[in-house]
């Protein structure tokens, strides 16, 4: 997947908002499958599946790439402030 650091940043955002608690009860209740929870990946028709313990490594994994990112960003750009 192919996105810039502001869309990761903003997928980020969007899947924190998400109450985990509430869309697996929420979906039990509407007969759906509570072990997944499904990503729509727009504007592709990729849809992610994934189970509780996944949804978290991935939230992990943002976090760790967007920290890493804005790591490399600050670091170019203080190099060019320096020259």
Request: hydrophobic share 35%.
């Amino acid at each position: 997947m192919k996105i810039s650091k502001e869309e990761m940043k903003q997928m980020k955002t969007t899947l924190e908002s998400i109450d985990l608690n509430y869309w697996f009860s929420d979906s039990a209740s509407k007969g759906f499958d509570t072990e997944k929870i499904y990503i729509d990946i727009r504007p592709t028709a990729v849809r992610l599946r994934f189970n509780k313990q996944e949804f978290i490594q991935l939230l992990q994994l943002l976090d760790t790439t967007v920290e890493f990112v804005e790591g490399i960003a600050s670091k170019v750009e203080n190099k060019w402030h320096r020259n």
